[in-house]
């Protein structure tokens, strides 16, 4: 198949299945869209018997929403094929043996999908009885009370397209990408829809600041990936760290459990850590303000996950001592974000962590430049 050919069938598909009634006051239908799925399966079973694909058959896999939306934005067309064909092809095996612990996306594909043939029937079973649940329509409500009251119930809530890639999702502005073999595990997991919905929704509230200055850069995204990623774990994965150990035991023993949560917990346990590595990373980015971007993305790959669970504290400490009605606005500003935890954290009380006053100039600053 032509490539101009590819391109157009994944943007038809990509948009046909993108366009969505808006009406105010209309009744929100978010759907499943398994095209992605019904494509690999096929591809599987090529590799499986130690053939290669065609070009055109990874192309119609690639055209579906799922797929061409994980290489429309992320690029992962190359590393999903080579984590597949590691995964299920016979002579590959020694490969895979010395792939299946690295840290990178197609090693991370590559543990997830060697899970598959074994999972088979039971995914096929858990897509029958997700297709007859409603818990797209339950996610829609949870979230709710994380957006502007009244946005679930006038913009609709953005179509899943289900396929196989890693124990994830995907919360684009128009589409989530869920992994079906993930979710089969979990369970009707209502929270998983919820937090990729959140992403979605706060694209339509979230203050739209300037592009930063490329020496800035670095700062920008230190400081806006533990914001959107925080506020949105607390959909799903706040329970986690309020449980007491065995109640968060009993969970772990269960089926499905997610392979995440422990060193999730952990380090959530740990944000006074996180929080003074950060602040003295922005004081230091201040006082070398050319090495800012090089100290900043350091940082950032030092923090676990990003600063992910440093910002699921900190966005959970704004609800409890601020409250709901603080939380939806600073979720949805990178910078006023750190004032409002800031102010929460000073009503905890003397132990709560937060970041020197240095360290709060280097925010105030972004904030006013970029406003």
Known sequence: MASSTVNRLSIMAFFALLHLPELAGAQPAARFDYSGVDAF???????QRGTEP????????????????????????????????????????????????????AARSLRHLLQLPAARDSVERFREELSRSSVLDAARQRVAAFVPTG????????????????????????????????????????????HEFYHAYRRRFAVAYRAPAAADAGLEELLAYPVEEGTADQLDKRAYAEMNDPEFASVM???????????????????????????????RAAEMPDSANAIARSVRDSLPDSGRPLGAFMARTID?????????????DQ?????????????????????SVAAMQVIARLRAAYR
Not at 41 to 47: E, F, G, K, N
Not at 72 to 78: D, L, N, P
Not at 339 to 353: K, T, V
């Open 335 to 355: 910078y006023a974000f750190w004032f409002e935890y800031d102010r929460a954290a000073a009503r905890a009380g003397p132990g709560a962590p937060r970041l």
């Open 151 to 194: 946005l679930t119930d006038s913009v609709a809530s953005p179509p899943v397209a289900l396929v196989f890639f890693l124990d994830d999702g995907r919360g684009y502005p128009t589409l989530i990408v869920g992994d079906l073999l993930r979710l089969s595990r979990a369970g009707m997991d209502t929270g998983y829809f919820a």
């Open 253 to 283: 023993r269960r089926p499905g459990a997610p392979t995440y949560a422990p060193g999730y917990r952990d380090n959530y346990r740990r944000a006074a850590d996180w929080m003074q590595l950060l602040s003295r990373a922005l004081e």
């Open 41 to 47: 399966w096929p591809l599987m079973a090529t590799l």
């Open 320 to 332: 409890q001592r601020l409250g709901r009605n603080a939380l939806v606005p600073a979720g949805a």
């Open 54 to 105: 065609s070009t055109a058959a990874w192309d119609r896999m690639f055209a579906t929403p799922g797929y061409a939306a994980l290489e429309t934005r992320e690029h992962r067309r190359a590393a999903l094929q080579a984590a597949m064909r590691l995964a299920f092809m016979p002579a590959l095996a020694a490969a895979r043996d010395s792939a299946i612990n690295g840290s990178g996306f």
